[in-house]
């Protein structure tokens, strides 16, 4: 391809032409140009995913084309899973709030859902909740927080990871309530936590703004709990092949740990999870 076409598919915001154009089969000149354009929208969609998918910042790659949906996710009765997927919530400036123990599968169930919503060509923006707490306390002190408000204008959803894992100051706590107050009925956010609602107030000190953030949250709000213990935990003995080994008692004692640690203990169920292993282990 000569220069001057190359500089003319530029002017015309051809990304892609000049890098496709041999490649394409002639039958006719309609159907060229069709096939053409046609490759040069697919992937200019293309790029525009992988840099929705960049801008988000999601800490792995886990989508929901390997998420385990299993019974111990409990929907709410105005939605289930083909619903949530579908990410009419997002249409609807609606929240989804998944809560349960560490391990029980919400980051990932947020991130996939992030994903897909990067792929229908929304805007998303993953933080850990702690870290966006870090990041507008430094934006305060250095005079920057209507400039960092800012950058969520044109978001369409925003994942807050790991509500509850660490307290706030008083001041975070302001901060990011203001935040989600300017995202009321205007974004859709995900937010996933340990800690049902009325445990709250350990990690937002001021009760009345603990009531007034989750209000907030709640009215346009799909609520998911994900019972049971870390499936982290439990598979990770059961691929080792080392479940039998450590015995019943010293399993659940693991186990009840762990639990301890995450603030929501499931001790009911971890007799049966050595039980049940123990049985496959014998097949």
């Keep these: 391809m000569s220069e001057s076409i190359r500089s003319m598919c530029k002017s015309l915001r051809l990304a892609y032409v000049s890098e496709i154009y041999e490649n394409i089969p002639f039958d006719s000149p309609v159907q060229y140009l069709e096939a053409l354009f046609k490759e040069e929208f697919r992937l200019r969609e293309k790029a525009k995913v992988q840099r929705l998918i ?129 995202w009321y009925e205007q974004k859709s956010l995900i937010i996933t936590s340990n800690l049902e609602f009325s445990q709250w107030n350990r990690i937002f000190i001021d009760s009345r703004l603990t009531a007034a953030l989750v209000d907030r949250l709640i009215h346009h709000a799909h609520v998911l709990t994900f019972n049971g213990g870390s499936y982290r935990l439990s598979t990770h003995y059961l691929r080792l092949g080392k479940l039998n080994r450590l015995g019943g008692k010293t399993l659940q004692k693991v186990l009840r740990s762990y639990a301890l640690f995450s603030c929501k203990i499931h001790v009911p169920a971890i007799p049966y999870i050595y039980v049940w292993s123990e049985r496959v282990q014998r097949q």
């Design 54 to 182: 960049k801008n988000a910042k999601f800490l792995d790659s886990k989508s929901l084309s390997n998420y385990e949906w299993n019974e111990r996710i409990r929907f709410p009765t105005h939605i289930d899973k083909e619903g949530l997927t579908s990410l009419d919530f997002i249409k609807q400036k609606q929240n989804v709030v998944l809560i349960g123990s560490p391990g029980t599968g919400k980051s990932h169930l947020a991130t996939g859902l992030g994903r897909k919503a990067c792929e229908m060509g929304y805007e998303v923006r993953f933080y850990r909740v702690s870290l966006l707490i870090e990041q507008l306390e430094q934006a305060l002190k250095q005079d920057k927080l209507p400039s960092f408000r800012k950058r969520f204008e044109k978001v369409d959803l925003i994942i807050l990871d790991e509500m509850g894992y660490l307290p706030f100051s008083k001041e975070g706590s302001e901060l990011l309530f203001q935040l989600i107050a300017d």
